[in-house]
Nanobody, 125 residues
Framework: QVQLVESGGGLVQAGGSLRLSCKAS????????MVWFRQAPGKDRDFVAF????????EYSDSVKGRFTISRDDNKNTVNLQMNSLKPDDTAVYYC??????????????????WGQGTQVTVSS
C-alpha cells in the first residue's frame, strides 16, 4: 500500500495562490491514480481534481476548472495541486488520495482507498 502526506497549506488572501504537494511512500507511486478532495466545516468531502497514473488524463470539478492544475512527478513520488485565483469558498482541508484501480465514480470519496491526513487552506476576503 501507499502512505500519503500533504503539505503546502496555509493562509492566503483572495486572489492569491498556493501550491499543495502530496508525498507518497511505499509501493510504486507510478501505479496509482491520484486525486485531491477538500472538506469544509460541516460539509461533505468534495472532489477537486484527478490525474491518471500515466499523467495523461486530468479531470477537475467545475468550481476549480481554469484556476487549479493537478500534476505529478513520479521521480519524486509527488502529486501537486497548483491553486490560483483563490476565493474564500476554497477554504477547506485538502486531502490527497490514491488508488490502483481508479474505480468509478472517481468523484466520490468512497472510490479511493488511501488517504493523507489533510492540509488546511484558508482564503481570507
Amino acid at each position: 500500500q501507499v502512505q500519503l502526506v500533504e503539505s503546502g497549506g496555509g493562509l492566503v488572501q483572495a486572489g492569491g495562490s498556493l501550491r499543495l504537494s502530496c508525498k507518497a511512500s511505499g509501493r510504486s507511486f507510478s501505479d496509482y491514480h491520484m486525486v485531491w478532495f477538500r472538506q469544509a466545516p460541516g460539509k461533505d468531502r468534495d472532489f477537486v481534481a484527478f490525474i491518471s497514473r500515466s499523467g495523461v488524463i486530468t479531470e477537475y470539478s467545475d468550481s476549480v476548472k481554469g484556476r487549479f492544475t493537478i500534476s505529478r512527478d513520479d521521480n519524486k513520488n509527488t502529486v501537486n495541486l497548483q491553486m490560483n485565483s483563490l476565493k474564500p469558498d476554497d477554504t477547506a482541508v485538502y486531502y490527497c488520495a490514491g488508488d490502483l484501480k481508479g474505480s468509478s465514480p472517481l468523484t466520490i470519496a468512497a472510490s479511493w482507498n488511501y488517504w493523507g491526513q489533510g492540509t488546511q487552506v484558508t482564503v481570507s476576503s
